[in-house]
């Protein structure tokens, strides 16, 4: 691990490091979406759509030994597939859990270090957030739910409403100025779960 940070800290200019730290820098770039989030109600409705799939092949009334036999391999086919989601659900969510505990552990070193607190929320977003969120979709939204965690853990010295305000009036217009449309779509994208998120933090 300090292997890897010492190679981090090579990958930026010293300055950088006033306001950033290599560990924060490192789980950012270390991490998905997958790590961050549970798409609950995308498993829900397809493990609801596999149980009326079990549903309505037992309440076909063909009870002829072709019938039966074609509806009994139909029937293992969905409950495999339930099964398989229903598993997959389970994991996701332990993972998820996983990560954040590992999180919580980690946030008090990321930012307490750093001698230049001021710019915290500029360095982030110049050297984390936008060089991710315009990579597609899944980093967009990636990346908001990144900073959802950071303010629901309490990080110490990142100010959530200071990295709004830096994001909307400082940095936002030059950078979508210097994205391609479709970049400029996953700006977008990553601006709206940004301000979704603190539409209910109000």
Known sequence: ???????????????????????????????????????????????????????????????????????????????????????????HEEHVASVHRRLSHEKDIWLTSCPDTLKINMEFLQRCIFPRCTFSMPDAVYCAFFVRELHSLGTPFFNTVNHIDVLICKTLQPMICCCTEYEAGRLGRFLYETLKMAYYWK
């Open 1 to 91: 691990w300090t292997d890897l940070l010492n190679t981090v800290r090579s990958m930026l200019p010293v300055k950088a490091w006033n306001s950033l730290s290599p560990d924060l820098y490192v789980t950012f770039w270390g991490l998905t979406l997958y790590d961050l989030y549970v798409p609950k109600h995308r498993y829900e409705s397809e493990i609801a759509k596999q149980h009326a799939s079990l549903k309505a092949l037992e309440e076909l009334a063909d009870n002829s030994s072709s019938a039966i036999t074609k509806r009994k391999k139909e029937k293992e086919r969905v409950q495999e597939i339930l099964d398989r989601l229903t598993n997959e659900y389970r994991k």
